[in-house]
């Protein structure tokens, strides 16, 4: 009687840990980003001499869709990172760039990652994109039906990878503004497989307000001939 007890018992705490990991009260807490903490971050060109520069520059006159990938050999962050592709000739309508920030460049993994994304790729070493607060999924996510259900998914989508690189950090889309007009959509992946949904893309890509120049802005003023004045004495 004692052994089908103890049985019993663990059972029930392994239903009880199961039912509790698919909700969302072990999820890691996101802390919401800032434009003043986007704008400061650091990222570098992934050429052969890469620049570094600050985000802001990604988004300061036209806006831009900007996707932090979690791991470039992740069929999961493929999946995503076509969907949103999928959406350039729309962006290139609007006029709003699509791009990528990656935490870290390994062998191939980002050339790899590219057939999949239609926008440029920056690295951010720092993992600023990432945070303010990391949120990190490690075994979990493995116990999730959600995450099973976003494998599935992608695999009947045909899409492949790797385990290539840094994979437990969650990633996440932004659209952010031009100038001061700030963030538009942060999306904060809770789960692998979690996906932006592309029609709230979109939508917060037509609220862009592309930046003018003051040239563009100040009305040209066609230069007015001075009064005639007749200083003819017969005439006055």
């Not at 059972?11 to 509790?20: K, S």
């Not at 592709?85 to 390994?106: C, F, N, R």
């Amino acid at each position: 009687m004692g052994m089908w007890s103890i049985g019993a018992g663990a059972l029930g705490a392994a239903a009880l840990a199961l039912f509790l990991a698919n909700t969302d009260v072990f999820l890691p807490k996101s802390r919401r980003a800032t434009l003043e903490y986007l704008e400061d971050i650091d990222l570098k060109t992934l050429e052969k001499e890469p620049r570094t520069f600050k985000a802001k520059e990604l988004w300061e006159k036209n806006g831009a869709v900007i996707m932090a990938v979690r791991r470039p050999g992740c069929f999961l962050c493929r999946e995503e990172a076509a969907d949103l592709s999928s959406l350039k000739p729309k962006l290139d309508e609007l006029g709003v760039p699509l791009y990528a920030v990656v935490k870290e460049q390994i062998r191939t993994e980002v050339k790899d990652f590219q057939p999949y994304f239609k926008g440029e790729i920056f690295l951010d070493e720092k993992k600023k994109f990432y945070g303010p607060q990391k949120r990190k999924m490690v075994f979990m996510g493995f116990v999730r039906l959600g995450v099973w259900y976003n494998f599935f998914r992608a695999w009947n989508g045909g899409f492949s990878g790797n385990l290539e690189g840094e994979g437990f950090i969650l990633g996440g889309v932004f659209v952010v503004g031009p100038g001061k007009q700030g963030l538009l959509l942060e999306h904060r992946e809770k789960e692998f497989g979690d996906k932006v949904n592309l029609a709230s893309v979109l939508e917060a890509a037509r609220k862009i307000q592309p930046q003018t120049s003051a040239s563009e802005t100040k009305p040209n003023k066609a230069k007015q001939p001075p009064d005639r004045i007749d200083k003819n004495p017969r005439n006055q």
